[in-house]
């Protein structure tokens, strides 16, 4: 089992950052992708960045390429979004969760998910 919970959600102006973090719980997290989820209001929740159980690979939607930067300390059992160069379209809830690899991660098919942060970028 495992429990994720993530935090630095705020609201910020166009054009700054944001860094979240995903903190887990469960001695198996090291051992699966973690996924970065978002969902804005009255649209599909969707992929934004993944990154394989050691690390060495990683994984953007396009929209984020060159600004976003997901990472990620196994021996403190946390991923971390780093967020520059925020725009209004950036506004969402976003989601980590773990996944069995960074294909299914891409697709969402996560085991675990965690409750949400709220990212709210103005303009």
């Known amino acids: 089992q495992v429990q994720l919970v993530e935090s630095g959600g705020g609201l910020v102006q166009s054009g700054g950052s944001l860094r979240l973090s995903c903190a887990a719980s469960g001695r198996t997290f090291s051992s699966y992708a973690t996924g970065w989820f978002r969902q804005a209001p009255g649209k599909e929740r969707e992929f934004v960045a993944a990154i394989s159980w050691s690390g060495f690979s990683t994984y953007y939607q396009d929209s984020v390429k060159g600004r976003f930067a997901i990472s990620r300390d196994n021996a403190k059992n946390t991923v971390h979004l780093q967020m520059n160069s925020l725009k209004p379209e950036d506004t969402a809830v976003y989601y980590c969760?773990?996944?069995?690899?960074?294909?299914?991660?891409?697709?969402?098919?996560?085991?675990?998910w965690g409750q949400g942060t709220q990212v709210t970028v103005s303009s």
């Open positions: 969760a773990a996944c069995l690899n960074w294909v299914v991660a891409k697709k969402g098919q996560c085991d675990y």
